[in-house]
């Protein structure tokens, strides 16, 4: 079993930054994919970006050029750093990990959005 607990959330105005945590504990297997999705108040959760274990990382257009996604793997850390926020952009965030499919990206493509842990998620919420 693997725990995943975010935080960083907060709230910011338009064209702020914040940056996302996702600490992983417990069983956490030696190579893992990692993402990021989000679900705003009364619509679909729907992901934002993923990284597999040897660092290819895919966006969703509309955070592409505005958030990075990036891991450190000694320390079993997911982050999401996100520049240039809009208010579109607030939502609950929750990371997810390990994805049955093994990798997430082939080819630049966010082939399986299927993953087996999820955190409990940080709310960010961006004023304009």
């Known amino acids: 079993q693997v725990h995943l607990v975010e935080s960083g959330g907060g709230s910011v105005q338009s064209g702020g930054s914040l940056r996302l945590s996702c600490a992983a504990s417990?069983?956490?297997?030696?190579?893992?994919?990692m993402a990021w999705f989000r679900q705003a108040a009364g619509k679909y959760r729907e992901g934002v970006a993923t990284i597999d274990d040897d660092g290819s990382a895919v966006y969703v257009d509309y955070v592409k050029g505005r958030f990075t996604i990036s891991r450190d793997k000694a320390e079993n850390i997911l982050y999401l750093q996100m520049n240039n926020l809009t208010p579109e952009d607030t939502a609950m965030y929750y990371c997810?990990?390990?994805?049955?499919?093994?990798?997430?990206?082939?080819?630049?493509?966010?082939?399986?959005?299927?993953?087996?842990?999820w955190g409990q998620g940080t709310q960010v919420t961006v004023s304009s």
């Open positions: 997810a990990a390990d994805s049955p499919d093994g990798r997430t990206v082939e080819d630049g493509i966010w082939v399986s959005y299927d993953y087996n842990y």
């Open positions: 417990g069983d956490v297997p030696s190579s893992m994919s």
